[in-house]
Antibody, heavy 118, light 109 residues
Framework: EVQLVESGGGLVQPGGSLRLSCAASGFTFSSYDMHWVRQATGKGLEWVSAIGTAGDTYYPGSVKGRFTISRENAKNSLYLQMNSLRAGDTAVYYC????????????WGQGTMVTVSS | EIVMTQSPATLSVSPGERATLSCRAS??????LAWYQQKPGQAPRLLIYGASTRATGIPARFSGSGSGTEFTLTISSLQSEDFAVYYCQQYNNWPLTWTFGQGTKVEIK
């Protein structure tokens, strides 16, 4: 079964750091671009970061310089290092796989909650 | 930055009726557009990619159309399981960005 499972969420103080992980199974992880998407409670979806199969990375302005996406193909794992966290980063964070024929996201994890609060 | 605008914010439809959802891009994204369905407490599910291609396992009552800046998702005959929030997303090739619309909630009339 093709699956993504996120972990690492929790409560962190403003200015703090957190590292999220996403474990992939059921497909050749190294062959796919991967993404992180977040969703604040009651709000819409926001793309957070992307990493290509060659390790190229992309970020929107809202997290650039604070978040770092990485991957470890030998462990079928995707990561998101989040630094200088703000209250506005509070959300459920999903990892998602991009299709090999289009950049739409065909597989999603169940999400992990990140709460930034003092 | 490409901005995606969905309308309406909420659509009230009776079961069995047709639902038409709109999505507009602030600049051309060609056919690099996807639609997702999200139910409460669940991750989004891919419905449509390439503006009009149904994803694996998606029923034929879901159809997508459009190109450039104007896109439509049509649900031909709403079933009870279709009441959810729908998001459009552009994945333009360059500059490489992935932007979602703010969502349309399809609710029971």
């Amino acid at each position: 079964e093709v699956q993504l499972v996120e972990s690492g969420g929790g409560l962190v103080q403003p200015g703090g750091s957190l590292r999220l992980s996403c474990a992939a199974s059921g497909f050749t992880f190294s062959s796919y671009d991967m993404h992180w998407v977040r969703q604040a409670t009651g709000k819409g979806l926001e793309w957070v970061s992307a990493i290509g199969t060659a390790g190229d990375t992309y970020y929107p302005g809202s997290v650039k310089g604070r978040f770092t996406i990485s991957r470890e193909n030998a462990k079928n794992s995707l990561y998101l290092q989040m630094n200088s966290l703000r209250a506005g980063d509070t959300a459920v964070y999903y990892c998602a796989r991009a299709m090999d024929t289009a950049n739409a996201f065909d597989i999603w994890g169940q999400g992990t909650m990140v709460t930034v609060s003092s | 930055e490409i901005v995606m605008t969905q309308s309406p914010a909420t659509l009230s439809v009776s079961p069995g009726e047709r639902a038409t959802l709109s999505c507009r891009a602030s600049q051309s994204v060609s056919s690099n557009l996807a639609w997702y369905q999200q139910k409460p407490g669940q991750a989004p599910r891919l419905l449509i990619y390439g503006a009009s291609t149904r994803a694996t396992g998606i029923p034929a009552r879901f159809s997508g159309s459009g190109s450039g800046t104007e896109f439509t998702l049509t649900i031909s005959s709403l079933q009870s399981e279709d009441f959810a929030v729908y998001y459009c997303q552009q994945y333009n090739n360059w500059p490489l960005t992935w932007t979602f619309g703010q969502g349309t909630k399809v609710e029971i009339k």
